[in-house]
């Protein structure tokens, strides 16, 4: 039973750079978040999507967008990198209020 | 911006050894999760208690929930090396998010 897929485990990207990274939720969850977490803290959330469209978005500019596929598949774009925006990126999916499961995630460094 | 505080941040313990951790939050919550995750990797999902729950156990884990301190606490028993990791409560305020707290660093000595 394949979990959440993170594609890629890893990224370097420079400053002003556009970014996407992709998610595949688990079998059976339709729900798709997407949470930052910086080094040594814990994770924040960025937004999430349910049946294509985004729910709830978290304290993130408007540089951060996703999208969710019909297979319930997700992405999430950067634009415009920081250095800031380095950190490790979560993808977790789920059914309804509970039953979340993470993914690896994605650590995106921006030179 | 974080909702939840936890306490400690770093805890060393011998093999053996009881690690407890605890976890404050500031809303109305629905549930309660904790997470190990190891070496900045994905979170894996330890326990939920939910907000009408006031003790729960799972293998050598046991969570408790104060509704009314807004506070929960992390039993590990017995620890063994392989839960060296860092751990973390979050907060479920509804069918949305998950609020998380900055983590307990445990480390467990042979």
């Known amino acids: 039973d394949a979990g959440v897929t993170q594609s890629p485990t890893h990224l370097i990207k420079t400053r002003g750079q556009q970014v996407t990274l992709r998610c595949s939720p688990k079998s059976g969850h339709d729900t798709v978040s997407w949470y930052q977490q910086a080094l040594g803290q814990g994770p924040q959330f960025i937004f999430q999507?349910?049946?294509?469209?985004?729910?709830q978005r978290g304290n993130f500019p408007d540089r951060f967008s996703g999208h969710q596929f019909p297979n319930y598949s997700s992405e999430l774009n950067v634009n415009a990198l920081l250095l800031g925006d380095s950190a490790l990126y979560l993808c977790a999916s789920s059914t309804r209020i509970y039953g979340y499961t993470f993914g690896s995630g994605t650590r995106l460094t921006v030179v | 911006s974080q909702q939840g505080e936890e306490d400690p941040q770093a805890l060393s313990i011998q093999e053996g050894e009881n690690a407890t951790m605890n976890c404050s939050y500031k809303t109305s919550i629905n549930n309660l999760q904790w997470y190990r995750q190891n070496s900045g990797r994905g979170l894996v999902h330890l326990i939920l208690?939910?907000?009408?729950?006031r003790e729960k156990h799972s293998g050598r884990l046991r969570v408790t929930l104060d509704t009314s301190k807004k506070s929960s606490s992390l039993l590990i028993t017995a620890s063994r090396a392989a839960d060296t990791a860092s751990y973390f409560c979050a907060a479920n305020q509804g069918a949305q998010k998950l609020v998380f707290g900055q983590g307990t660093r445990l480390t467990i000595n042979p």
């Open positions: 208690i939910r907000s009408n729950e």
């Open positions: 999507y349910y049946e294509e469209e985004e729910r």
